[in-house]
Nanobody, 125 residues
Framework: QVQLVESGGGLVQAGGSLTLSCTVS????????MGWFRQAPGKEREFVAA????????YYSDAVNGRFTGTRDNAKNTVNLQMNNLLPEDTAVYFC??????????????????WGRGTQVTVSS
C-alpha cells in the first residue's frame, strides 16, 4: 500500500520561507511523478507544482513560479517544496500527491492516484 506523509508546515510571516517534505512508502519512489497541490478554506484544491525526474520535467503554477522550488531525493524517497517569499494568499493546506500523469494531467488532481493527508501552511501579514 502506497503511503505519502507530508511534514514541514507551520506559521510564518509574509516574506518568510518554509520547506515542505513528503515521504513515500509502499512502492518504488522513482516510479512516480510527484505533485503538490493546495486548498484554501472555501476554495477548490489547486495545482502548485509537478516534480518529475529532472528540472526539465518540473512545472509550477503561475502563482508560485519563481518563489517555490520542488526537488526530489530518490535515495530518501522524498520530495521537497522550498517556498520563499511567502504571501498571505499562500495560506492553505498543502497536499503531496503521487501518480503517473500524462502530459495533459500534470496540473490536475485526477492525474495523481495517491495523496497525503496534508500539512497546514499559514502566512501572516
Amino acid at each position: 500500500q502506497v503511503q505519502l506523509v507530508e511534514s514541514g508546515g507551520g506559521l510564518v510571516q509574509a516574506g518568510g520561507s518554509l520547506t515542505l517534505s513528503c515521504t513515500v512508502s509502499g512502492r518504488a519512489f522513482t516510479f512516480f511523478y510527484m505533485g503538490w497541490f493546495r486548498q484554501a478554506p472555501g476554495k477548490e484544491r489547486e495545482f502548485v507544482a509537478a516534480i518529475g525526474w529532472s528540472e526539465d520535467s518540473t512545472y509550477y503554477s503561475d502563482a508560485v513560479n519563481g518563489r517555490f522550488t520542488g526537488t526530489r531525493d530518490n535515495a530518501k524517497n522524498t520530495v521537497n517544496l522550498q517556498m520563499n517569499n511567502l504571501l498571505p494568499e499562500d495560506t492553505a493546506v498543502y497536499f503531496c500527491a503521487a501518480g503517473r500523469p500524462n502530459s495533459s494531467e500534470l496540473r490536475v488532481r485526477w492525474g495523481y492516484e495517491y495523496w497525503g493527508r496534508g500539512t497546514q501552511v499559514t502566512v501572516s501579514s
